[in-house]
């Protein structure tokens, strides 16, 4: 099985900047698209960016142009850059794998999930 474990979390005030990682286990990790879902307390999960295989990226319309996600195989990792963060950011983010190397927004297409990590951006 895999394994995906996130760090990376805390308070932060708008405006500022985090760094999420997602550390993954298993020797499959360069064929997987890999994506970043978040969740709000009392809201639905939602899709925020994803990559794939060939290191092609897909983001969400709401976190365009702030967030950057990235992998490196070689540590198998992917990483969320989130800037001009926005009290909306705040949610537990989770970071999730499927086999296949195409992205997809649908969380259903995604085999693996880590336990999340708490994002809280202060106003």
């Known amino acids: 099985q895999v394994q995906l474990v996130e760090s990376g979390g805390g308070l932060v005030q708008a405006g500022g900047s985090l760094r999420l990682s997602c550390a993954a286990s298993g020797r499959t990790f360069s064929t997987r698209a890999m994506a970043w879902f978040r969740q709000a307390p009392g809201k639905e999960r939602e899709f925020v960016a994803a990559i794939s295989r060939t290191s092609s990226t897909y983001y969400a319309d709401s976190v365009k142009g702030r967030f950057t996600i990235s992998r490196d195989n070689a540590k198998n990792t992917v990483n969320l850059q989130m800037n001009s963060l926005k009290p909306e950011d705040t949610a537990d983010y989770y970071c999730?794998?499927?086999?296949?190397?195409?992205?997809?927004?649908?969380?259903?297409?995604?085999?693996?999930w880590g336990q999340g990590t708490q994002v809280t951006v202060s106003s």
């Open positions: 999730a794998t499927r086999l296949v190397g195409v992205v997809s927004d649908a969380g259903y297409n995604y085999d693996y």
